[in-house]
């Protein structure tokens, strides 16, 4: 099973709180962070960090399609 992860950079603050937290994940650029890749294995810790996000701006879902994170 495989997860999709993406930042919407249009709404990222650049607080840079995922990309300290996970730099396996993400990476600064310019102003706000991305992800350096797409996908990734099945992880509740990264579930946890999206919610963390101040600017609900880590966008995760699973092989369906279906919206994990940031949850309500
Ligand atoms: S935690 Fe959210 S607001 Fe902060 S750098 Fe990452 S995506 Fe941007």
Same mark, same amino acid.
């Given at each position: ?38 996908? =990734?294995?099945? /992880? !509740?810790?990264?579930?946890? *960090? $999206? ?7 880590? =966008?995760?879902? /699973? !092989?369906?399609?279906?919206? *994990? $994170?940031?949850?309500?």
């Amino acid at each position: 099973m495989t997860w999709s992860i993406s930042v919407d950079t249009g709404s990222c603050l650049g607080s840079g709180i995922c990309a300290g937290s996970r730099p396996d994940i993400f990476r600064f650029h310019g102003s706000y962070a991305e992800t350096i890749t797409g996908t =990734l294995t099945p /992880d !509740e810790d990264i579930l946890d *960090l $999206a919610d963390t996000c101040p600017a609900a701006a880590i =966008l995760i879902r /699973d !092989e369906s399609g279906a919206e *994990l $994170a940031p949850r309500p």
